[in-house]
């Protein structure tokens, strides 16, 4: 799998790496909404790993009850929530953001979710709770907990804008633009354009990029000492709000919301 490496990945002596533990874990994260069933070729396909060493940790997996199988494929078992379940009972980036996530969607009836980055994917750590009408918005995959590809999204361009430049430059040689629909921007330059536009306006609209039929707004959220830590994004129908209706409409909130978090971060 082509991953570019996390920024904040923390540095660590090579007598101290792991590498099984790297590996096992590389297994697990190959499940995802494309692929959720696995065999031992096909891990072995996402991870770079040999077929057999790919079928020992996905039997070493299944041990320990992290995975399921049917004898031949493998798929994801609930114990894997613990680690979902605890970042999100433990970190205080969600319990901060949640009550102004909730109190937006109740003022909009609109999504709204905070956003991380990781690798070349974003992280949805906490939304907003369910408010307005059953016909709202909601963009396929956007639960919490789910991982996006960051370059089609308005929370990953405003993330990708808060990268040095060289570790910008290091992302995008070594990220995997996959189209996803016919706006999605798919060559380095325009995105790299792009991502300026948002470092320069600060805030970042992506229109039927990640997905037909959806909208999305994002703002960078900073702490004290002007770090980006998060992105915060609202998504809609066009058929609710087009382009200048959202940016004239949610802008001033998203921004307003980031102004308020910004002594909590």
Same mark, same amino acid.
């Given at each position: 799998?082509?991953?570019?490496?996390?920024?904040?990945?923390?540095?660590?002596?090579?007598?101290?790496?792991?590498?099984?533990?790297?590996?096992?874990?590389?297994?697990?994260?190959?499940?995802?909404?494309?692929?959720?069933?696995?065999?031992?070729?096909?891990?072995?396909?996402?991870?770079?790993?040999?077929?057999?060493?790919? %079928?020992?940790?996905?039997?070493?997996?299944?041990?320990?009850?992290?995975?399921?199988?049917?004898?031949?494929?493998?798929? !994801?078992?609930?114990?894997?929530?613990?680690?979902?379940?605890?970042?999100?009972?433990?970190?205080? !980036?969600?319990?901060?953001?949640?009550?102004?996530?909730?109190?937006?969607?109740?003022?909009?009836?609109?999504?709204?979710?905070?956003?991380?980055?990781?690798?070349?994917?974003?992280?949805?750590?906490?939304?907003?709770?369910?408010?307005?009408?059953?016909?709202?918005?909601?963009?396929?995959?956007?639960?919490?907990?789910?991982?996006?590809?960051?370059?089609?999204?308005?929370?990953?361009?405003?993330?990708?804008?808060?990268?040095?430049?060289?570790?910008?430059?290091?992302?995008?040689?070594?990220?995997?633009?996959?189209?996803?629909?016919?706006?999605?921007?798919?060559?380095?330059?325009?995105?790299?354009?792009?991502?300026?536009?948002?470092?320069?306006?600060?805030?970042?609209?992506?229109?039927?990029?990640?997905?037909?039929?959806?909208?999305? !707004?994002?703002?960078?959220?900073?702490?004290?000492?002007?770090?980006?830590?998060?992105?915060?994004?609202?998504?809609?129908?066009?058929?609710?709000?087009?382009?200048?209706?959202?940016? %004239?409409?949610?802008?001033?909130?998203?921004?307003?919301?980031?102004?308020?978090?910004?002594?909590?971060?």
């Amino acid at each position: 799998m082509n991953t570019p490496p996390t920024p904040t990945s923390t540095p660590i002596a090579k007598a101290d790496f792991i590498e099984g533990m790297a590996k096992g874990m590389a297994v697990l994260e190959s499940f995802d909404t494309e692929r959720q069933r696995l065999n031992a070729s096909l891990a072995a396909q996402r991870t770079g790993l040999t077929r057999a060493a790919a %079928r020992r940790h996905l039997l070493t997996l299944a041990h320990l009850g992290y995975l399921e199988s049917d004898g031949s494929y493998f798929w !994801l078992a609930p114990k894997v929530l613990r680690f979902s379940g605890s970042y999100l009972a433990s970190a205080r !980036l969600p319990r901060v953001l949640q009550p102004t996530l909730n109190r937006l969607a109740a003022q909009t009836q609109q999504s709204f979710s905070a956003v991380v980055l990781d690798g070349s994917e974003v992280v949805i750590v906490a939304r907003s709770g369910v408010y307005g009408a059953p016909s709202r918005v909601l963009a396929y995959g956007l639960h919490l907990g789910a991982r996006l590809p960051a370059h089609p999204t308005s929370t990953g361009r405003v993330l990708l804008a808060a990268l040095p430049a060289a570790a910008l430059t290091t992302w995008l040689k070594g990220a995997a633009l996959q189209r996803l629909t016919p706006h999605t921007l798919t060559q380095v330059g325009p995105l790299r354009q792009a991502i300026a536009r948002a470092r320069r306006d600060d805030w970042c609209l992506a229109a039927e990029e990640h997905e037909l039929g959806v909208h999305a !707004l994002a703002v960078p959220l900073r702490n004290l000492q002007g770090q980006t830590v998060a992105a915060l994004n609202v998504v809609a129908s066009p058929r609710q709000l087009d382009e200048g209706s959202l940016q %004239r409409e949610m802008l001033p909130l998203l921004q307003e919301a980031a102004r308020e978090l910004r002594g909590l971060l």
